[in-house]
T-cell receptor, first 118, second 111 residues
């Protein structure tokens, strides 16, 4: 099956620093990837849709200058949490869908990245 | 009204029990339907796709009723390892694929 790799799995940083999270589709191309945030005991919240070759589409209430998304290639999207604060501590998950005729609508998820801001 | 609504949880059941989860969706143009399972502090993983004819995978049976815009998941002979959150996921292709997640239903299977 399709594999999405997310890195790092865990990150602890000081308040005010920036953190970059990578999402890679290992065995398929993904023009579109998605970034989610999940707080404890809550559902996934879509933050933004990452589009290769164009700007990301952010959901309402998500600050684009705070959460920078770069979809550098058909297999890599990055999320940078800039000037992180303790309230940014969360579980960040990416997902991707296979491009083209193999697209069944199924989403393949990365393993998630747990960010803790001190 | 939420686009995808699921049974509120949590469900607490003994081992061996049969448990059913329900999900309704509001967009009649929805095309693809899935049940995902998410364990604590882990990413969601596909449990099964849901087809109009209904489909079964071992102890799991999924049903789709397009007329009522309703999806169900039945788990028979529950195991301790079935304890997780089950997410109903609906995708529509309306000017681009849009995937909507339900809030999830937590299941606890007890010995």
């Amino acid at each position: 099956g399709a594999v999405v790799s997310q890195h790092p799995s865990w990150v602890i940083c000081k308040s005010g620093t920036s953190v970059k999270i990578e999402c890679r589709s290992l065995d398929f191309q993904a023009t579109t990837m998605f970034w989610y945030r999940q707080f404890p005991k809550q559902s996934l919240m879509l933050m933004a849709t990452s589009n290769e070759g164009s700007k990301a589409t952010y959901e309402q209430g998500v600050e684009k200058d705070k959460f920078l998304i770069n979809h550098a290639s058909l297999t890599l999207s990055t999320l940078t949490v800039t000037s992180a604060h303790p309230e940014d501590s969360s579980f960040y998950i990416c997902s991707a869908r296979i491009d083209g005729t193999l697209n069944t609508g199924e989403l393949f998820f990365g393993e998630g990245s747990r960010l803790t801001v001190l | 009204r939420k686009e995808v609504e699921q049974d509120p949880g949590p469900f607490n059941v003994p081992e061996g029990a049969t448990v059913a989860f329900n999900c309704t969706y509001s967009n009649s143009a929805s095309q693809s339907f899935f049940w995902y399972r998410q364990d604590c502090r882990k990413e969601p993983k596909l449990l099964m796709s849901v087809y109009s004819s209904g489909n079964e995978d071992g102890r799991f049976t999924a049903q789709l009723n397009r007329a009522s815009q309703y999806i169900s998941l039945l788990i028979r002979d529950s195991k301790l390892s079935d304890s997780a959150t089950y997410l109903c996921v609906v995708t529509a292709n309306t000017g681009g694929f849009k995937t909507i997640f339900g809030a999830g239903t937590r299941l606890f299977v007890k010995a």
